[in-house]
């Protein structure tokens, strides 16, 4: 394989990318002069070194000199730790807090299941979610959580999935969980929302 070929399928496992996309990638690279391609290598060389996931949230964050452990929601005092928002991915998660509308928590499910499938676990962190869950109602009084996740059918059977494992515990610790609400429209993606209408959905959750 020509080292084309080789950088083009590994464009190509990037989300949403093409041959056609990944070529026109390798063919923009070798138009580019050789500091902005070695800048870029590098860039990709460190960003392990330089960005780490919040244990509390799953949240991938550049760590402070302090070297924190949490995320700055997280380790926040004036967070509200008795709301949890699930959300799909870190730019959701971006999009709502640049939104302003919600102070809480947050808890990164890393993907949504798929309708048809019987290795769920492997699509998102339902085991994890499922302990903090328990650990913020035994501990900080956790009253609500919002499933805030996309309007297609893949979102919709997430919610449903996410409801019957959490059911057990809303029985015993007696908080509610609710889905955003009218604001957004049917096949919208969270990350693409604009302030306004994430404002709108998370008023009318229910």
């Not at 063919?27 to 996931?53: A, R, T």
């Not at 809480?104 to 993907?111: D, E, Q, T, V, W």
């Not at 957004?184 to 229910?206: F, H, M, P, Q, V």
């Amino acid at each position: 394989m020509n080292p084309i070929d080789k950088l083009a399928e590994h464009f190509k496992e990037f989300p949403g990318i093409g041959e056609r996309q990944a070529r026109r990638f390798v063919y923009f690279l070798l138009h580019k002069n050789p500091s902005y391609v070695k800048e870029l290598g590098d860039n990709i060389l460190s960003i392990k070194d330089l960005i780490h996931q919040c244990p509390s949230c799953f949240l991938f964050f550049e760590r402070d000199i302090d070297g924190d452990q949490l995320c700055e929601t997280c380790k926040d005092p004036r967070t509200d730790k008795t709301s949890l928002l699930i959300v799909e991915k870190d730019a959701d998660y971006e999009n709502i807090k640049k939104s302003r509308n919600y102070s809480g928590m947050y808890f990164i499910l890393g993907g949504l299941v798929p309708i048809v499938t019987k290795e769920t676990p492997n699509f998102v962190r339902i085991k994890e979610l499922i302990t903090t869950v328990e650990s913020r109602a035994k501990k900080e009084n956790l009253k609500e959580i919002i499933i805030a996740l996309s309007l297609n059918p893949q979102g919709e059977h997430t919610d449903m999935y996410l409801r019957e494992k959490m059911s057990p515990l809303v029985e015993k610790y007696k908080f509610k969980i609710v889905s955003l609400g009218r604001g957004l429209s049917t096949g919208t993606e969270l990350e693409y929302s604009d302030s306004d209408t994430i404002k709108n959905a998370l008023k009318n959750r229910a």
